[in-house]
C-alpha cells in the first residue's frame, strides 16, 4: 500500500517537473529600457516589437532577441585630413540608441552589433567630408569649432537616421592637430 502512494507521489513530482520546464521556456522577460523582437524558426523575424515585462513564446521554435534602447555613449577617434593637407586628430562622443519600431529591420539587415558595425563607419565618414571643409588652423577657432560641431552633428544625425539610429547628442572631446603642424605653429609663435 505505501508504495503504491510513493510511486503515485513520484509520478506526481514527475509530471508537475516536466509541465514546469515547459512553462519555464515558455516565458521570458524583457527588462526595463530593453525591446525585443521574435526569431521564429519558422517564419523568420516577426515585425512585432515586443515592450518591457514578462512574454509568452512557443518553446523551441520562437527566440526572443533583445536590445538595449537607452541612449549609450561610444567615442569614436578619427584621424583625417583638413582642406590644406594637415593630419587633424579629433575623438567624436555620439550618445545613441536604436528606434525602437526599426529593431526587425536593423536586426536583419545589420545584426545584434548594429553600433560596432555602423557607428565607426559612419563617423569616419562624416568627419573626413566636413573636416576636409576647413583648414587646419580653422577649427582652433572657437566660432569655426562650433561650426564644425554643428555640422558634423547635423550631418551624422541624417545619416544615422537611414540605419534606424537616434542620436542623441554629438560632440567634438578632443581635438588636436600633426606633428609637423603643430612644430611649425610653435615655430611661428616663436618668431
Known sequence: MAAKVFESIGKFGLALAVAGGV?????YNVDAGHRAVIFDQFCGVQDIVVGEGTHFLIPWV?????????????????ITGSKDLQNVNITLRILFRPVASQLPRVFTSIGEDYDERVLPSITTEILKSVVARFD????????????????????????AATFGLILDDVSLTHLTFG?????????KQVA
Do not use: H
Not at 141 to 156: A, G, H, W, Y
Open 62 to 78: 520562437q527566440k526572443p532577441i533583445t536590445f538595449d534602447c537607452r541612449s549609450r555613449p561610444r567615442n569614436v577617434p578619427v
Open 136 to 159: 587646419a588652423g580653422e577649427p582652433m577657432q572657437f566660432t569655426q569649432r562650433e561650426l564644425v560641431s554643428r555640422q558634423v552633428s547635423d550631418d551624422l544625425t541624417e545619416r
Open 179 to 187: 606633428k609637423e603642424f603643430t612644430e611649425a605653429v610653435e615655430a
Open 23 to 27: 512553462v519555464n521556456s515558455a516565458l
